[in-house]
């Protein structure tokens, strides 16, 4: 069974540039979240969405941040503009019905120059 | 947010002791879940305990829950170098049919051989 697929793996960007990040979670499972992880500190959730629907975004950054899962698929987490403070590893996880556990993807890091 | 901090902050041990991590939550959980995390990879779920659980064994993992105390640990026996990795728990609060994990600050694990 693959696992979560994400990518880029790592991205150098310049401040006020936008940047996108993809994830491909397991086969099935209709549960996806993305997480910011700082270094040195544990994963902080994003957004989590159940198929297509977003049912939790409290803790997205709406004024630059921005996520789709159009099809209850793949998603894309969008940054625009990217400001220096938003480098850090973006990781995207999932689930299926059900299930308590997640599954991680190796994470994007991000760098904002 | 991050729910709890974990502690040590950061451990070193030698190949064969035994290793423990300790984590405090604030809030009433269904589940609370260990992951591992190796250097530049996305997170592995290692062992999961319910909140009428006391204590869970998964190998050489040992896993305490003190739901009164609100706190757990985590007991690594007769460590490895390939144990050296960030360990984090992550509480699970949410009564419906998916996840929601709020994650520790995290422990690093250093085990020399």
């Known amino acids: 069974e693959a696992g979560v697929v994400q990518s880029p793996r790592y991205k150098i960007i310049e401040k006020k540039q936008p940047v996108a990040f993809w994830c491909n979670p397991i086969?099935?499972?209709?549960?996806l979240y993305w997480y910011l992880q700082n270094l040195g500190q544990g994963p902080e959730l994003l957004i989590r969405y159940e198929n297509e629907e977003a049912v939790d975004d409290s803790q997205l950054p709406k004024d630059r941040f921005s996520a789709e899962r159009l099809k209850g698929v793949d998603s894309t987490l969008k940054i625009q503009p990217a400001e220096l403070g938003d480098s850090a590893v973006y990781l995207c996880?999932?689930?299926?019905?059900?299930?308590?556990?997640?599954?991680f993807g190796p994470g994007t890091r991000l760098l904002v120059l | 947010s991050q729910q709890g901090e974990e502690d040590p902050q950061a451990l070193s041990i030698q190949e064969g002791e035994n290793a423990t991590m300790n984590c405090s939550y604030k809030?009433?959980?269904?589940?609370l879940q260990w992951y591992r995390q190796n250097s530049g990879r996305g997170l592995v779920h290692l062992i999961l305990?319910?909140?009428?659980?006391r204590e869970k064994h998964s190998g050489r993992l040992r896993v305490t829950l003190d739901t009164s105390k609100k706190s757990s640990s985590l007991l690594i026996t007769a460590s490895r170098a390939a144990d050296t990795a960030s360990y984090f728990c992550?509480?699970?609060?949410?009564?419906?049919?998916?996840?929601?994990?709020?994650f520790g600050t995290g422990t690093r694990l250093q085990v020399t051989l």
């Open positions: 809030t009433s959980i269904n589940n």
């Open positions: 086969s099935g499972h209709n549960t």
């Open positions: 992550a509480t699970d609060s949410d009564t419906g049919t998916a996840s929601k994990l709020t």
């Open positions: 996880a999932s689930s299926s019905d059900n299930q308590e556990t997640q599954y």
């Open positions: 305990i319910r909140s009428n659980e």
